[in-house]
């Protein structure tokens, strides 16, 4: 039985004894192996291509699964590389207020008391605002702006299919946003600006979230706001920005929260909402390599049954019971959630109780969605209302300045 190496020998023999002389066969070997070669080198480029796209994916899937795993360390904790923010980051420290309104409990009066800041420290401190509506609601859009401006707002948006708040966490630049913001609407309020938000917004943000997941962002998407916010161009075009976040931790939250030098947490003062204040500062705490210069400016009360008067001590005695209760609850929640809390956020507190915000209807919808603040009556919930915001306004910018 012939081994196959001798088959394999007898066959080459017979092909060169079959009439072809030796140096035939050489030249069409050559021949053959000139016009095989580019064709096997790109084979081999291709499969080496595919090879690195398959090891690509699955390290950004590694990347994905492992941060939405149970024990990882959430979406906004992947790993990045770099991992470093913005080269002008540090100047947050010397930044202009930038105060974000945040709570991941909904309904608790985030845009109501975003609104009225902006007119408080647009009409009485005179200062230039700007204000940011981050919730694709578009609530505080449709709370400062016109309705006119609004439906050239909504018109532009269906064009393009895509809003201002979504440009600027995406695309935006400093140059940009000087010149868009849109003017807010009423008496006094010729000094403030604001960013409008419509639902085109959820859709960057999940587009944004993914991508950043998947690592197919060349910039780290967490510090965008922060790099414009803080550029010469609008630290002096601006005393001001205040920003009304939703109530989830969405790609534009943990921007604004990036970007921010405080943020207010408001809350309704009952024992739920308590709660809710604690799972809040948790995240804050869990997050705080993300900003690790961010303070709690401080908790709010909101809709308190009575107005509380403008003496602190008082006011603790106004509360009702179930109030009461929560206002010792919240105090209690914060200090556990950030008792392992590093720098500034350790530091956090609630606002004294006289500047608690009442429950007062002319703040609610039924006000025709404006600006409590800026109304053109003098009527006394309004008067109570204007004092309330003033002392809040002037309890921020002591806490700032300390
Ligand atoms: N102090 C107040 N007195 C009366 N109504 C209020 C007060 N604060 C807020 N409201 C009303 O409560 C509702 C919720 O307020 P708002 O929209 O400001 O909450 P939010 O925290 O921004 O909600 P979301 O989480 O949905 O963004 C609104 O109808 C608002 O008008
Ligand atoms: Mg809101």
């Not at 849109?182 to 993914?210: D, H």
């Not at 908790?299 to 403008?310: C, F, P, R, S």
């Not at 409590?372 to 002591?398: C, H, K, M, W």
Request: proline share 4%.
């Amino acid at each position: 039985m012939p081994t196959d190496k001798t088959l394999a020998e007898r066959l080459l023999h017979e092909i060169i004894n079959s009439g072809f002389d030796d140096w035939t066969v050489r030249v069409a070997a050559l021949v053959i192996a000139t016009l095989l070669a580019p064709i096997f080198a790109k084979l081999i480029y291709r499969l080496y291509n595919q090879f690195r796209k398959i090891m690509s994916a699955s390290t950004r899937l590694r990347r994905a699964e492992g941060a939405v795993a149970k024990d990882g360390g959430g979406i906004w904790l992947a790993p990045t590389i770099p991992m470093a923010p913005p080269a002008n980051y540090t100047q947050l420290k010397r930044s202009i207020p930038i105060l974000t309104v945040a709570n991941l409990k909904g309904g608790v009066g985030k845009t109501t008391i975003s609104a009225n800041l902006v007119a408080h420290y647009a009409i009485k401190k005179e200062e230039r605002v700007l204000a940011i509506d981050f919730d694709y609601q578009g609530s505080l859009s449709s709370m400062l702006l016109s309705e006119a401006e609004q439906d050239t707002l909504y018109q532009e948006q269906s064009d393009s299919r895509t809003c201002r708040a979504s440009y600027l966490i995406d695309r935006g630049t400093d140059i940009w946003l000087q010149s868009v913001a849109s003017q807010v609407q009423g008496a006094g309020l010729e000094r403030a600006k604001v960013i409008p938000s419509f639902y085109s917004l959820a859709g960057t943000e999940n587009r944004m979230m993914i991508e950043w997941l998947l690592n197919k962002r060349s910039n780290d998407i967490r510090y965008s706001l922060s790099s414009i916010l803080l550029s010469d161009a609008i630290q002096s075009r601006y005393d001001r920005i205040i920003i009304d976040a939703p109530p989830r931790l969405t790609t534009a939250c943990i921007q604004a929260l990036t970007a921010s030098t405080s943020v207010v947490i408001p809350t309704v003062l009952d024992s739920l909402s308590a709660q809710a204040v604690g799972t809040f500062a948790d995240q804050l705490r869990i997050h705080q390599q993300l900003w690790p210069n961010l303070r709690i400016c401080g908790v709010l009360g909101n809709m308190t049954a009575k107005n509380l008067g403008a003496d602190p001590e008082g006011a603790v005695e106004k509360m009702n019971a179930v109030e009461a209760d929560a206002f010792v609850n919240c105090r209690d929640v914060l200090s556990q959630s950030l008792q392992t809390a590093v720098g500034p956020l350790r530091d956090a507190a609630l606002f004294p109780a006289s500047t608690f915000i009442p429950d007062k209807i002319e703040l609610g919808r039924a006000a025709g969605e404006r600006i409590a603040y800026a109304s053109p009556t003098n009527s006394q919930p309004i008067q109570q209302i204007r004092d309330v915001f003033d002392r809040l306004g002037d309890e921020i910018d002591n806490r700032h300045n300390a």
